[in-house]
Every structure is written in C-alpha cells, then in structure tokens.
C-alpha cells in the first residue's frame, strides 16, 4: 500500500485495554507469590541491569521495579555509566547468576554500541533469563517448549486470547505508551 492510497474500511475495530489485564495479572501473581513464600520461606528477586541514560530504558526499569514492589518480589537496581565496558557488564551478570537469592535478571536493552548485545545477552543463565533473550530460551520458543520468552509480544499475544481474538490473518495495530 502507498501513502496515496486510501485505508481500507475497517470492519472491526477493537480496542483492548492492557492496563485492565496488567492489573488482573499482577493480582494473580500477588496472591501466587504470596502462597508460593508461604510455602517456601523463599522471597523471588529480580535484578536488572541498565547501562547509560537512555530516558526510555530508565523509565522501562523504574517501571520493573515498581511492579515488583507491588506484587512482592525483591528487585536490585544495578546501573552503570554509558562508558562501561562489556566485561564490567558480563562480571555482575556471572556474579548475580551464582547468587542462589537472585531468581531473576533483565539486562535493559539497549546497551551502548561498544556492547555487544548477544555475547551479554548469551551469559545470563537461561533459568535467570526472565525477558527470554537467552538462545536457549530462544530456541525452546521456537520449538513450542516455551519457558522465559520476551515480554512485549508474549503480552499481547495474551491480550488477544483474553479477548478470544485469532489473529491468524488479520491486521494488528498495536499502540501503547512508556506510561
């Protein structure tokens, strides 16, 4: 389709609210953490990992952290200045893996051009790969044996099926906010 041409009718538009589901969900999860301390004296932890100022990514992880806050799971913040060196990144990465306490790390993407984002993202234990971007993690999605998966799609592929929407052929506009 060119700029020229006009739209195509659209026949059934539906508008999906994400901040309803985001709250349904992280009631769940609340309650699931809750029973699952109850059970195991163990308090989930998340550590995330941003490197330089890119206002976006700061916003993204503050976000993280609030979530985490509200539905009780522990979160470290660890942040770095733009000119670190992938080696500093791949050290804490090595570190938070060996850390029994630690159950979770997202290293905020994206990094800085001198670091390579695949040889980071390869050194996060795939148990500890909470936004799927491990190859491991990667390969079991593509083979149907889901276990981490990046977030953002599987969020809206789960925003689909609470509304019984197929997407099979059909033409998806997805609009959201950092907010």
């Not at 309803?20 to 995330?48: C, D, M, N, Y």
């Not at 733009?82 to 990144?89: G, H, L, V, W």
Request: glycine share 8%.
């Amino acid at each position: 389709m060119s700029i020229m041409e006009p739209l195509p009718e659209v026949t059934d538009p539906r508008v999906i609210d994400g901040r309803k589901i985001a709250q349904s969900i992280e009631g769940k999860v609340k309650k699931e953490i809750e029973i699952f301390v109850g059970e195991h004296g163990i308090k989930p932890a998340l550590a995330t990992i941003l490197v330089g100022e890119h206002p976006p990514s700061k916003l993204y992880v503050k976000l993280k952290h609030w979530a985490c806050k509200r539905v009780g799971i522990i979160s470290e913040d660890h942040k770095f200045p733009q000119e670190t060196k992938e080696e500093e990144i791949i050290k804490l990465i090595e570190t938070l893996n060996n850390r029994p306490e630690i159950h979770g790390i997202l290293v905020q993407l994206p990094l800085p051009r001198h670091i390579d984002e695949r040889t980071v993202m390869m050194k996060i234990t795939p148990e500890k790969d909470v936004d799927g971007f491990n190859p491991l993690n990667m390969g079991k999605m593509l083979i149907g044996r889901e276990g981490f998966v990046p977030c953002t799609p599987k969020g809206i592929i789960r925003a689909l099926e609470d509304h019984n929407i197929n997407p099979e052929g059909l033409e998806v506009v997805v609009v959201g906010t950092a907010m």
